[in-house]
């Protein structure tokens, strides 16, 4: 692997700093002392020694009248990763929406970031239509778009057109299901397993797999949030990732029969494949008052979070214990230019839920 990271001095501003991917990298390059990074989201953050939070909402507008000290902090700005998602009802709002908040943040970063030589746009497997059904797997990043119109599209269409004209360099990063342990995202995977676990063991059931028996037997995959992390500052610094796309995900593979056992070991309970759901609808139904059986939970263990829609999208969970396809990534073209992390996804999520316990967001027992 490329032991290349960033220069002292650099400063790297992230787009979605409190989301589970933004919130690992920061956190990931804190640790480099000479680094400084600004961060950008609608939710107020604290400042820490390096790391500078600026409350903008990129919706709103383009952000042409900042405060001077905004100004200063943009003014250091050498990378960009970007991060940023914004979910809606329906899909051509996700477009829309998700298409101003990028187009935004160009024009702030072309307005106010002078030192810019590099930005990072996260996408993920749908630039491949791995939400539309079957498609062809491996997925690789020469495929074909798809016939739908996708707003990962639309992004790197702009991104490509901006940076010729700015003169900077883009690397697209693709990974799937990023597990990490930041709450408040619509599309944590490690939360909703966590909570739903402990909700089932509360109750004292087995840990019920929550959708069709046909989905648990296809090919998944997931991208652990500390390997995302190191491959965002890879693809800021190697003279390797300039001007490409990488998918990026653990390295291996899974099918939810094999890994869901492993999970109910875990949390020391018994599994079970068959369930009455009403896959309609959905998984939030299957308890009765499901929100108070939280509260019960939270307030016998003394968790920090009470508050269940704090935690976990049901809406996100429907869509991936349904999944009734394989869902896979070819890495090899990352590997082959000098990308070599990888984890066992089984014992990363072991790990990621230790790490939930010693946050006090789940049960410790």
């Not at 998984?283 to 059986?293: G, L, R």
Request: aromatic share 12%; with cysteine; net charge positive.
């Amino acid at each position: 692997m490329l032991k290349k990271n960033y220069s002292p001095n650099t400063t790297v501003l992230v787009i979605g700093g409190t989301g589970v991917i933004g919130s690992a990298f920061i956190s990931y390059i804190n640790k480099n002392k000479k680094l400084t990074c600004v961060s950008i989201s609608r939710k107020k953050e604290h400042n820490t020694k390096n790391v500078k939070y600026l409350s903008i909402d990129l919706l709103i507008n383009k952000n042409t009248n900042l405060d001077i000290s905004y100004i200063n902090e943009l003014s250091k700005v050498t990378h960009a990763v970007y991060s940023a998602y914004s979910d809606a009802d329906k899909t051509t709002k996700i477009r829309s929406i998700n298409n101003d908040l990028f187009e935004n943040t160009l024009s702030l970063i072309n307005q106010y970031c002078p030192a810019i030589e590099h930005i990072t746009l996260l996408q993920g497997m749908k630039a491949y239509g791995s939400h539309l059904g079957y498609h062809k797997t491996p997925s690789q990043e020469t495929d074909p778009r798809t016939k739908e119109k996708n707003f990962y599209y639309d992004q790197e269409d702009y991104l490509k057109k901006q940076s010729k004209k700015m003169k900077y360099d883009w690397t697209i990063l693709r990974p799937h299901a990023v597990i990490g342990t930041k709450v408040g995202t619509p599309m944590s995977l490690l939360m909703f397993i966590a909570v739903y676990a402990n909700l089932c063991k509360f109750q004292k059931l087995p840990l019920i797999f929550p959708g069709p028996i046909k989905a648990s037997k296809f090919i998944y995959q997931a991208t652990d949030s500390n390997v995302l992390a190191k491959a965002i500052e890879w693809s800021g610094t190697s003279k390797n990732t300039v001007n490409q796309i990488y998918n990026i995900t653990n390295g291996d593979y899974f099918r939810w029969e094999h890994m869901w056992p492993k999970i109910a070991q875990y949390f020391k309970m018994d599994y079970s494949f068959k369930n009455n759901f009403k896959i309609s609808n959905g998984i939030e139904n299957y308890f009765d008052d499901v929100d108070n059986i939280w509260k019960l939970i939270s307030k016998k263990e003394n968790l920090i979070i009470s508050d269940l829609n704090q935690l976990i999208s049901f809406k996100f969970a429907n869509y991936v214990f349904n999944i009734d396809w394989d869902v896979m990534a070819d890495t090899t073209k990352a590997r082959e230019a000098g990308f070599n992390e990888f984890i066992n996804s089984e014992k990363m999520f072991i790990k990621k839920f230790n790490e939930l316990k010693s946050l006090n967001l789940i049960p410790s027992l």
